[in-house]
């Protein structure tokens, strides 16, 4: 089946220490996107790619980093400048922009 | 600054009532507004509307968008424990997407 998938499900983060979050579509889909969601604050979009070796900051990219090497694989790093990663992360994939975008089911990051 | 912003934040209400959520953006050069249903874990895709007053519907739920008023309303009619979630709305603009915090809806039995 055709979807995107995220891992791990959930992931730990010791003080300075780098993490990334893996995000994988078999959709065939252009653009990727990744999200924070925090308790009452909704989806705020941290960067997004539209095409393969090209992406942009989003409303809140201070203390994340992307790579998008292949079309299939968009991970995301929380780096240690990110003074309060925990939260969950939503990864998601459309055809193009403006259009539905599919989501992954999250991974959610807690600090140790 | 672009937003979105959703009302009510949380609604509670009983099984075969009938629900409006409420979505107003103010968005530059905005294309066009989305509705999602999230249970649990991911979103999951609802509706997509770019024209002023054509209704989209799927079974007990309805869209509809007003361009001049910048809003969309989300009906659900006879509600059942199931529809219990958050629904977020988007819009988006030109080169990217704006959620709003979503409305939280529990539905009781």
């Known amino acids: 089946d055709g979807g995107i998938t995220q891992s791990p499900k959930y992931l730990f983060r010791k003080e300075g220490q780098n993490v990334t979050l893996s995000c994988e579509q078999n959709?065939?889909?252009?653009?990727m996107y990744w999200y924070r969601q925090d308790p009452g604050q909704g989806l705020r979009l941290i960067y997004y790619s539209q095409i393969v070796n090209d992406f942009q900051k989003g409303d809140i990219a201070e203390g994340y980093s992307v790579s998008r090497e292949k079309k299939e694989s968009f991970p995301l790093t929380v780096t240690s400048a990110q003074k309060n990663p925990t939260a969950f992360y939503l990864c998601?994939?459309?055809?193009?922009?403006?259009?539905?975008?599919?989501f992954g089911d999250g991974t959610r990051l807690s600090i140790l | 600054e672009d937003k979105v912003v959703q009302s009510p934040l949380s609604l509670v209400v009983h099984e075969g009532d009938t629900v409006t959520l409420n979505c107003s953006y103010e968005v530059t050069n905005f294309r066009s507004l989305l509705w999602y249903k999230q249970e649990k874990k991911a979103p999951t895709f609802l509706f997509m509307l770019?024209?002023?007053?054509i209704e989209k519907k799927s079974g007990r739920l309805s869209s509809i968008l007003d361009k001049k008023e910048l809003s969309s309303i989300l009906n659900i009619t006879a509600t059942q424990t199931g529809d219990s979630a958050i629904y977020l709305c988007?819009?988006?603009?030109?080169?990217?997407?704006?959620f709003g915090k979503g409305t939280r809806l529990h539905i009781l039995p």
């Open positions: 998601a994939s459309s055809p193009g922009h403006n259009q539905p975008q599919h």
């Open positions: 770019t024209s002023s007053g």
């Open positions: 988007a819009a988006y603009r030109d080169d990217k997407i704006i």
């Open positions: 959709l065939n889909h252009d653009a």
